[in-house]
T-cell receptor
Framework: ETGVTQTPRHLVMGMTNKKSLKCEQH?????MYWYKQSAKKPLELMFV???????ENNSVPSRFSPECPNSSHLFLHLHTLQPEDSALYLCASSPLAGIGEQFFGPGTRLTVL | QQQVKQSPQSLIVQKGGISIINCAYE??????FPWYQQFPGKGPALLIAIRPDVSEKKEGRFTISFNKSAKQFSLHIMDSQPGDSATYFC??????????????FGKGTKLSVIP
């Protein structure tokens, strides 16, 4: 595997379910990010981790819970979501000594019924 | 408040023509300006990027023009091809601390190159 991978690629869940999205980066980067991409809004930054510490949390509802156990893996735990949370969730990573470039995974298409 | 404004929302160009997408930003703390290309079902892919101390950068058929005083930058795709049909996002980056960066994206431009 190369680059940034995400699983699952598609997820359908009910509002009472609990699920998790997984991201893995094979680039040796030290910062990882979760973004939300929905049809009518720009890509929205949700969470930032650097060296496994959360750096930023952009006022995301608590029904989204991130976890970064090491610099290669990032999770987004989901519970009691709303239909408006349906979107493409993208993971990205960047090198510690970089200039701001971020590399994205293919995303998880989430549908909340 | 949208900090990066992108236009047009959609663009149709004939094969061989020039595609031009424009972006404007507000925050002078941004110090890196990438463009991303996204195909349906894929994540955004870094296409080309520029730092504010440079006015132009060219990579193959893709050129970024940057105007620091006007706080504007644009992507030019020369000799546009049907394979260039995708959604293009401009972005602006700033250091968010601890070796991480915050990217603020424009809303995207859907480019269609017709034969």
């Amino acid at each position: 595997e190369t680059g940034v991978t995400q699983t699952p690629r598609h997820l359908v869940m009910g509002m009472t379910n609990k699920k998790s999205l997984k991201c893995e980066q094979h680039l040796g980067h030290n910062a990882m990010y979760w973004y939300k991409q929905s049809a009518k809004k720009p890509l929205e930054l949700m969470f930032v981790y650097s060296l496994e510490e959360r750096v930023e949390n952009n006022s995301v509802p608590s029904r989204f819970s991130p976890e970064c156990p090491n610099s290669s893996h990032l999770f987004l735990h989901l519970h009691t979501l709303q239909p408006e949370d349906s979107a493409l969730y993208l993971c990205a990573s960047s090198p510690l000594a970089g200039i701001g470039e971020q590399f994205f995974g293919p995303g998880t298409r989430l549908t909340v019924l | 408040q949208q900090q990066v404004k992108q236009s047009p929302q959609s663009l149709i160009v004939q094969k061989g023509g020039i595609s031009i997408i424009n972006c404007a930003y507000e925050n002078t703390a941004f110090d890196y300006f990438p463009w991303y290309q996204q195909f349906p079902g894929k994540g955004p892919a870094l296409l080309i990027a520029i730092r504010p101390d440079v006015s132009e950068k060219k990579e193959g058929r893709f050129t970024i023009s940057f105007n620091k005083s006007a706080k504007q930058f644009s992507l030019h795709i020369m000799d546009s091809q049907p394979g260039d049909s995708a959604t293009y996002f401009c972005a602006a980056s700033m250091d968010s601390g601890a070796g991480s960066y915050q990217l603020t994206f424009g809303k995207g431009t859907k480019l269609s190159v017709i034969p």
